[in-house]
């Protein structure tokens, strides 16, 4: 992993941790359900952030790699990756 978006990644995860333990307390402690509401977003909003840093730092390092090589399979690798990645980011509700 590249050392910038690892140092960034763990840091953003600690992040995460935090809110998660914060999110649980809040529960425990039956706080304000629009509390607890705005505590999960912030963890989705922070999880988001985390999933771009492990998306560029993918696009920079294995996906480059993928395409330079010589090998259609691993062309296509690459892009069925990326459009399975697409794909579980849009949610559909029923």
């Not at 425990?28 to 771009?52: G, M, R």
């Not at 395409?67 to 990326?82: F, G, M, P, V, W």
């Amino acid at each position: 992993m590249i050392a910038d978006l690892k140092k960034r990644s763990i840091h953003r995860t600690k992040i995460i941790n935090g809110q998660f333990q914060a999110l649980l307390k809040q529960i425990e402690d039956e706080a304000y359900c629009v509390d607890i509401l705005t505590q999960s977003l912030a963890i989705q909003k922070a999880l988001a952030s985390l999933n771009k840093l492990i998306l560029e730092n993918h696009l920079r390092t294995h996906v480059t790699t993928m395409l330079r090589d010589t090998k259609a399979s691993e062309h296509d690798k690459a892009i069925s990756e990326l459009l399975h990645l697409y794909e579980l980011s849009n949610v559909r509700s029923k």
